[in-house]
Nanobody, 121 residues
Framework: QVQLVESGGGLVQPGGSLRLSCRAS????????IAWFRQAPGKERKGVSC????????YYAGSVKGRFTISRDNAKNTVYLQMNSLKSEDTAVYYC??????????????WGQGTQVNVSS
């Protein structure tokens, strides 16, 4: 079992950067693939990126490829999402999840509470 805590959200101007963190307050992240999802108001939750615990493969949604980078620091029990060149359409609540890399929500057993990202001038 793992408990996830996200942080790092906030308000940023278009073109700016943020780094989100997903820390395990209990359990070990290294045992799981870790994904970031996001949910904008009135829209369904969608996968953004995932890092596999088996071989280190990383996956990105087409809308963020080349702008976002997912990374893992097992010593700190933390996964990061570096977000660059942010756009207004990146505005959403961002969630991290532990499970098996997939775009399907039901492949993940544990979820954090979310952190709000607002991209606006």
């Amino acid at each position: 079992q793992v408990q996830l805590v996200e942080s790092g959200g906030g308000l940023v101007q278009p073109g700016g950067s943020l780094r989100l963190s997903c820390r395990a307050s209990a359990g070990t992240l290294a045992y799981y693939s870790i994904a970031w999802f996001r949910q904008a108001p009135g829209k369904e939750r969608k996968g953004v990126s995932c890092t596999s615990n088996s071989d280190g493969t990383t996956y990105y949604a087409g809308s963020v490829k080349g702008r976002f980078t997912i990374s893992r620091d097992n010593a700190k029990n933390t996964v990061y999402l570096q977000m660059n060149s942010l756009k207004s359409e990146d505005t959403a609540v961002y969630y991290c999840a532990a499970g098996i890399c997939s775009s399907r929500i039901d492949y993940y057993d544990y979820w954090g509470q979310g952190t709000q990202v607002n991209v606006s001038s």
